[in-house]
């Protein structure tokens, strides 16, 4: 009778044993690769950033100097990332990842770098789903247009000129793709509405 019931037992045994080892590898492995994602990932982001922050700008981590806010006007329900830019601890910039919500084939995720003063430093496309040959002119491959943003204010043009030309503004369409620039145009206009209205909360708020 012991001696049928003790091998179960033993493969019971053997089985809780392995079982350790696995979970103790698995641990192993988090612990040793956790850190060395994490900072790829910071990488990552900083290189983005980089592309329409200049470096020399400010002197901060412009990626650990992050909060995060939901504001339907960014173009998502959901927390939106704001990257801060400062040199000598004063606010320099902010870099809003906001989003168009209404691209031709759904969200268009942007980085908008905005300058303390309202002046845009730039925009980059982050990820898209915009048809090829039509809407992905919004990409530095593809086209110069989104450059066209830079040095741009809500001043500079006027308020009621953010729009492309087919709607009255100053911002070019493509040639039969006018909703995917439409959409860019009004969320890079929504996201420095926003900041104009939050800029103090957005530089004075702690990090998170
Ligand atoms: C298959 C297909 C894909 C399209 N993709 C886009 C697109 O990515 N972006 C865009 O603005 N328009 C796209 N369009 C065109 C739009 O349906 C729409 O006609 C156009 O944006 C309106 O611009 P227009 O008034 O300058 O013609 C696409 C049309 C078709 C048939």
Redesign the pocket.
Known sequence: MNTILSQPVSAARMLGFFSLIGIGLVTLVFYITGPKISQNQHDERLRSLKAIMPADLYDNDLVSDTLHVTDISLGSAQPVAIYRARKNAQPVAAVIASSAPD???GAIKLLVAIMADGQLAGVSVVSHK??PG???RIETQRSNWILMFNGKSLEQPDEKLWAVK?DGGIFD??????????AVVNAVKNTMLYFQQHKQAIFSNSAD
Do not use: V
């Open positions: 691209g031709y084939n915009e048809t039509l809407g992905d087919r369409q493509f040639t039969g793709a006018t909703i995917t620039p439409r």
